[in-house]
């Protein structure tokens, strides 16, 4: 490595951005590396065709790893879209609900649930069925508090809401009869999935699965029938998967540093159960961090509900909370500050951040707690 490679690399601060987030270090090296000229294309990866037989079979291999790391099966379509979660509040509910006659149903535990009952609401009915914006949104459905209609459309989540800092932990309670539909896309491989409870999962890339461009959709095959023949093209899950997600020009760049970082899962991480118990350590530690700071960090989520990828908490004062934010990036410890609807701290702590990242935040807490408790 050159002098001025590494002195780039050693610039490289902890970023704790909610998304587009920070990337595996050596994914990043190995892109660097294949930039200017892939191997054996005598060009950039960002330059040739996506027809070539080369990004092909990149494709193929990212599904197939994807595939092989959540144990997805042949009953389920992987296809790479665009247009992120946004394009998807609209286009679940344009093939899974429109014309049917029924209701979605929706769980709504932070601000992107919200956002995407919105968009559903102008394809057909659309029900919210649990509602924890009473409490700014610090909580998770227990037993008992919602219903699910046997004829739903389907029941639609968000497993993780980024701004709240609250996670789902297991799936929630679903009739067999209704597609359980979940937006995943801040804590995609962070841990094990059963697909085989979903209707379809969908995560934008750019917290845990890759750079900002493209979105995995995992759908299950027979809902593919639902899909209204008269939808705009692009909006017709039926469309991508006829075409191998090449309907049009797919994110090439983006497919391509998504099955790097699929295979750094796979064989430098060991896969998701490793990962699971790396982002668990992480997220304990800044956890116990702030539930020994005598009150000074006040955690957002409810205990039971708290994020592994968004630890969001606040500090005495705003004062004290842009202080926080001043010395901490003194410290290399960047992007902080909390999402305007929360306030105070967030710390997105996805599976490339190291955990000499979060011990290092984790170190700078304490310090700041004591010195200006």
Same mark, same amino acid.
């Given at each position: 490595m050159s002098s001025a490679l590494t002195d780039s690399a050693q610039q490289r601060v902890f970023n704790f951005? /909610?998304?587009?987030?920070?990337?595996?270090?050596?994914?990043?090296?190995? =892109?660097?590396?294949?930039?200017?000229?892939?191997?054996?294309?005598? /060009?950039?990866?960002?330059?040739?065709?996506?027809?070539?037989?080369?990004? =092909?079979?990149?494709?193929?291999?990212?599904?197939?790893?994807l595939r092989q790391l959540l144990g997805i099966s042949d009953d389920y379509e992987v296809l790479f879209l665009q247009g992120g979660a946004a394009l998807q509040f609209s286009m679940i509910p344009a093939n899974l609900l429109r014309g049917t006659g029924k209701t979605a149903q929706y769980l709504l535990t932070g601000s992107w649930g919200k956002k995407a009952i919105k968009e559903a609401k102008k394809e057909g009915a659309a029900e919210s069925i649990y509602d924890a914006g009473e409490t700014n949104y610090d909580r998770l459905p227990a037993a008992g508090d919602y219903q699910v209609a046997d004829d739903a459309a389907y029941l639609y989540y968000c497993s993780n809401e980024t701004i709240q800092g609250v996670q789902f932990t297991d799936e929630p309670a679903c009739p067999d009869s209704v597609p359980l539909v979940s937006d995943a896309s801040s804590d995609f491989l962070c841990r094990p999935l059963d697909i085989s409870k979903y209707g379809l999962l969908y995560a934008c890339a750019q917290k845990n699965a890759g750079p900002a461009g493209v979105t995995v959709v995992v759908v299950r095959k027979d809902l593919l029938q639902r899909s209204p023949a008269d939808l705009p093209g692009y909006l017709n899950y039926n469309n991508h998967a006829e075409a191998d997600s090449e309907w049009n020009t797919p994110p090439t760049f983006a497919i391509y540093v998504l099955g790097k970082i699929a295979k750094w899962l796979r064989d430098d991480i060991g896969g998701l159960d490793a990962m699971l118990q790396q982002n668990q350590e992480k997220s304990q530690t800044l956890y116990q961090v702030i539930d020994q700071s005598n009150g000074f960090y006040r955690g957002h989520a409810q205990t039971e509900a708290r994020s592994l990828m968004n630890v969001t908490f606040n500090l005495p004062n705003d004062d004290l909370q842009a202080s926080f934010i001043a010395e901490a990036a003194k410290h290399d410890l960047t992007a902080l500050k909390g999402h305007r609807s929360v306030g105070g701290i967030r710390a997105s702590i996805y599976n490339a951040m190291p955990v000499e990242g979060v011990n290092t935040l984790a170190n700078f807490m304490k310090d700041f707690a004591k010195a200006n408790g």
């Open positions: 951005s /909610a998304g587009p987030a920070a990337l595996p270090l050596s994914v990043l090296e190995e =892109v660097r590396d294949e930039l200017v000229c892939y191997p054996g294309a005598g /060009a950039s990866i960002m330059e040739i065709s996506h027809r070539d037989k080369r990004f =092909v079979d990149l494709l193929h291999d990212a599904q197939a790893t």
